[in-house]
């Protein structure tokens, strides 16, 4: 038994700095690939009504925060327009602040329907939230991912090792 746990141990070793590596050099074009095909997917959607589960809330928030000036199928396509954007800047790397930006804005918005409408997004707020409340939630992952991506626009990477034990 000692001899196995020493093999998987030393297995375990060598093969421990080559997925990490792997996932160090990998992880930021996964992570964009990934936000882009869900913006654009969810983009995409919204321009046929009845098929995004998100455009009703979606419809209500921007009339709200336009204080009833843009109405719902009007906000639709913009924001239609807007995710689809986001998503092809990820997906071509063309304007990625300009994109990130555009991120970060669009998810700003969608967190204010925790706010606007708590009868909507919770079922006993704030603890349990509804299906749409998970949903707005669930975005703090794709705010997250934004991060990653903003923080290597400048040339920055994810390392698998510190700078101290490379290689």
Known sequence: ???????????????????????????????????????????????????SPAETLAGRTIEALTLGRVPPPVSLFVLATWEILIGLGLLTKV?????????????LGTLTPL???????????????????????????LISAG????ATVRGGRIVSEPSGRRR
């Open 95 to 107: 304007a990625p602040r300009l994109t990130l930006l555009l991120l970060y804005v669009q998810m």
């Open 1 to 51: 038994m000692n001899h196995l746990l020493k093999a998987w141990r030393r297995l375990f070793s060598r093969m421990d700095p080559v997925i990490t590596g792997w996932m160090a050099r990998h992880a930021v074009g996964l992570i964009r690939w990934s936000l882009g095909v869900v913006f654009l997917w969810f983009g995409v959607l919204k321009f046929f009504p009845g098929h």
């Open 115 to 141: 706010f606007l409408f708590p009868e909507a997004t919770f079922y006993f707020f704030p603890l349990v939230p509804t299906l749409e409340g998970q949903y707005i939630i669930k975005n703090s992952v």
């Open 147 to 150: 991060i990653v991506i903003g």
